[in-house]
Each structure stands twice: as C-alpha cells, then as structure tokens.
C-alpha cells in the first residue's frame, strides 16, 4: 500500500465544503480542515503509486473548489 498526505489549496470559505467532498472519497482515510498556506489535509492510501494518482486526479482534483493540490507520499525509513 501507498500512503500520502494531500495538501490543498481552495477557493476562500470553501474548505469546509471541500473537506466534506474528500471524505465521502474511498481510500481517504482522514481529513482535516487546517490553518496556514493550506487550508486542507487529507491522508489517502492506495495500492500503489499508479493508483494514488488516478485517486487524485480523477477524484480528489474534480471537486470544486480546489486551486492547488500538493502530494507527499509517506516514506518508512
């Protein structure tokens, strides 16, 4: 399994909405409005990096409302 933590950037007033929106997505195992240069964080898993992308593009980056995603996979070192 892949693991990643997925910082996203939205429209302003909208990251309550898109918090939601992520949550409701399969392999999105939490979610959390935040404060800072993000205003989401949502840690996803998937079997592997091909599908990790496909998760985020074809799901998470349709939502409305996002300006910027930024995806940092977890590594075990």
Do not use: F, N, W
């Amino acid at each position: 399994m892949v693991h990643a933590y997925i910082l996203i950037q939205t429209a302003v007033g909208r990251a309550v909405d898109v918090a939601g929106a992520i949550a409701a997505i399969e392999g999105v195992d939490r979610v959390d409005a935040v404060t800072g240069p993000y205003d989401v964080v949502a840690q996803v898993q998937a079997r592997s990096v091909d599908d990790l992308g496909k998760l985020l593009l074809s799901q998470i980056q349709q939502i409305p409302h996002i300006t910027r995603t930024l995806t940092c996979p977890i590594i075990h070192l």
